[in-house]
Every structure is written in structure tokens, then in C-alpha cells.
């Protein structure tokens, strides 16, 4: 089958597009056929080498999540997926392929309305952005920022904390084209990546996608009892003391913390992914895809992520 793989660490052109044998499903697995994968953050960090210390290697197939037909099944798997249009989770990689290795307690059914590219779009992001929004306690009327909310995660946050009934949403963004189309998702103030423009006094929840040096600022415009989590880290690990930060504004008991899906149970996440498909169907949610590519252009994906073009998802056809 053909697959797409980190050839080099470094720039998208490390990227190749290989032969390898089709997976074999193993007890507990089935093998989806790709029609659609998606590209996020978390690819183009593994690319990067910026995760070699965690074991990713040269050789890795990139991609996190897959839509697609069940075309094998695992020993202890319900013979009834044979065939199935799916969504799941492929874990830390296997999704830019011809054919994917998915555990069936992480598989979802999708509804006929909604195609294999909007699946991809909707499903691993949507599912972070829900329980991000559920580790911070997010309540109606409150006052939200999303920091990084043009790409596939920050998109969901802000449609997400709209349903949910925050208050105000403030979106950083990197262009006015982009703010408005936020604005149209349900972001009800505006700043550039520098934090200039119009916001609230203060924040009650940050939903931080890039990370990097401008953290420990966003602890000063938290109201007290406000609650910051990261969920991504596009920009780099954090710089400065954030404990120091933190015990600076002791009497204002703020928290800060980090998600990652990995610590969600598998049927919590189904069920959840299961619910923005609907809701998508129904109207409630807007699978925003930014370009659809073939699976051969995977490093034109990974050019337009490094390049900050992509608004929402792209994703990979086979």
C-alpha cells in the first residue's frame, strides 16, 4: 500500500510517499481502507523532530485520525464493522495511508450525511475541544479567549464554547479575513497574534493552542478563579517561570493545566465524536475544511500548516 512517511526530520519536503505491506489486524483491531485522514499540529510537530525524545522516528507514518470502510477484523472484534463507513483514531500515527490499523472500541459509525472528509475534519479536533472545554468547567456566561483559533482545534473551541453559552468569545487570529469568518463561528471579539485589538477586562478560560513565549502572559488577564489549558503547542514549549507567574497572583487562585485526549476513555470519545457528527448534520456545527489534497501532496499540507494558510483542516484523500 501506499503510505506517507517522515523520511527526514526537519521541513515538509522530508516527507515521502512509500510502499509498505498493508496491516494485518491484530485482537481488538480492524483495518480501515482510507478515504480520508487529517492533517493536524501534532503531525507536523512529529515531522519536525520536535517529538524524536518521545521515540518518533524517521520511517513514521504520520496521521492521528482516518474515515474510511472496515475492510478486516481482529480476533474479539464484532464481525457486524465488516464493510462500515467509520471514523477513529489511529493513536500516535498509521492515518496517512492506504489503509489503516484502528483499535474497534475507538471506531465511530457515520451517519450517511456526512463524508470521510468532514469526518476528519470534525472528529479528532471536536472531541479535544469538548473535553478541554469540560476540564476547565467551562459555565455559561463566562468569558472565553482561544489563542490559536484559525486552525482545526481553535476553530472548534470557539464553536464549541458558543453552544455551551459563553459570555463574550475572543479569538486571536492572524488577519481580519480570518476574524471575520470566526466572527461567523460565534467569536464575539477579535486580537491579533500580538494580543492588540478589543477584548474583555479579563478572561475566565484560555484555550491555548500555540504555546510558546506568550503563556505566562495570558496568566495575567485570567479573572480571578480563571483557568487556562493547553492543548497544543504549535509554537513551542513555554518560556519563563510559570509556577513563578502563578504564585505572583496567589490571591486570585488561578489553575492552569494541560489536556490530551489519550487520557479519555475510549467510549467517552466515541460518544462524543458521535454527537458532532449529528450536530453537524442537524446544522448546530460547521466543519470548516480549508483544502483537500491527495495523499501524494501530503508535504503541500505540511508547507501550507508551516506556512500559517490553513484555516480549519486539511485533509488527505486516497
Do not use: C
Amino acid at each position: 500500500m501506499k503510505a506517507v512517511v517522515v523520511q527526514e526530520f526537519g521541513g515538509p519536503e522530508g516527507l515521502a510517499v512509500v510502499d509498505l505491506p498493508a496491516p494485518e489486524p491484530v485482537p481488538g483491531t480492524v483495518v480501515v481502507t482510507t478515504e480520508a485522514a487529517g492533517v493536524g499540529g501534532v503531525d507536523a510537530l512529529v515531522r519536525s523532530g520536535a517529538l524524536a525524545a518521545f521515540g518518533f522516528a524517521t520511517g513514521h507514518v504520520l496521521g492521528g485520525e482516518v474515515a474510511g470502510v472496515v475492510s478486516a477484523a481482529g480476533e474479539g472484534v464484532d464481525p457486524a464493522w465488516l464493510g462500515k463507513r467509520v471514523w477513529g483514531m489511529t493513536g500516535a500515527g498509521g492515518g496517512y495511508a492506504e489503509q489503516a490499523l484502528v483499535a474497534a472500541d475507538l471506531l465511530v459509525e457515520l451517519p450517511g450525511e456526512t463524508s470521510a472528509v468532514d469526518a476528519v475534519t470534525l472528529g479528532g479536533s471536536g472531541v479535544v475541544a469538548h473535553f478541554a472545554l469540560r476540564q476547565v468547567h467551562l459555565a455559561a456566561g463566562e468569558a472565553v479567549l482561544v489563542r490559536g483559533a484559525g486552525g482545526g482545534l481553535g476553530v472548534m473551541a470557539v464553536q464549541l464554547a458558543a453552544r455551551a453559552g459563553a459570555a463574550s468569545i475572543t479569538a486571536t487570529t492572524s488577519s481580519p479575513d480570518r476574524g471575520q469568518r470566526l466572527r461567523e463561528l460565534g467569536a464575539t471579539h477579535l486580537l491579533d497574534r500580538s494580543g492588540a485589538g478589543e477584548r474583555p477586562d479579563g478572561f475566565d478560560v484560555v484555550i491555548d493552542v500555540v504555546g510558546g513565549t506568550g503563556v505566562p502572559a495570558l496568566l495575567t488577564w485570567l479573572n480571578p478563579n480563571g483557568r487556562l489549558v493547553s492543548i497544543g503547542a504549535v509554537g513551542g514549549m513555554p518560556e519563563g517561570d510559570l509556577g513563578a507567574v502563578l504564585y505572583r497572583h496567589f490571591q486570585r487562585s488561578l489553575s492552569v493545566s494541560t489536556f490530551s485526549a489519550d487520557t479519555v476513555p475510549a467510549a467517552a470519545k466515541g460518544a462524543v465524536a458521535a454527537e458532532l457528527f449529528a450536530a453537524t448534520a442537524r446544522g448546530e456545527l460547521t466543519s470548516v475544511v480549508h483544502e483537500v489534497l491527495p495523499l501524494a501532496e501530503a508535504s503541500k499540507a505540511h508547507r501550507a500548516l508551516a506556512a500559517g494558510e490553513v484555516f480549519g483542516r486539511v485533509a488527505l484523500v486516497v
